[in-house]
């Protein structure tokens, strides 16, 4: 028995100004809201690395806040430049796949 694929997206692209669309080999579509993405961020800055309590604020996220840029990490995520100047967190696949669940 092998053991589970893990999730691959095949595009990812803007879903309009500011949301994130991912179109998932398994035939799974998701328009990620910008702003929850930011606030899903995973990065030491965001997350703390020992508890895993969020260290973000919601209410010093700006409405508004959208990708600037975004780049592939290997073959196995994405680094987001948010418009707020951030741009430390990788979101992995499993992690942006696993976010579709609160959408």
């Not at 803007?14 to 929850?36: F, M, Q, S, T």
């Not at 430049?81 to 959408?103: A, C, F, N, V």
């Amino acid at each position: 028995m092998s053991a589970p694929e893990s999730p691959r997206p095949i595009e990812i692209g803007r879903a309009n100004e500011h949301d994130v669309k991912i179109r998932w080999k398994d035939g799974a579509e998701a328009v990620y809201p910008a702003r929850l993405l930011r606030l899903e961020c995973p990065c030491a800055n965001c997350v703390d690395e020992l508890t895993g309590r969020k260290l973000i604020q919601e209410g010093v996220i700006a409405e508004d806040v959208h990708p600037a840029g975004i780049d592939p990490v290997g073959r196995y995520a994405i680094q987001i430049y948010w418009s707020d100047g951030h741009h430390t967190g990788i979101y992995t696949w499993e992690r942006l796949y696993d976010l579709m669940q609160k959408l």
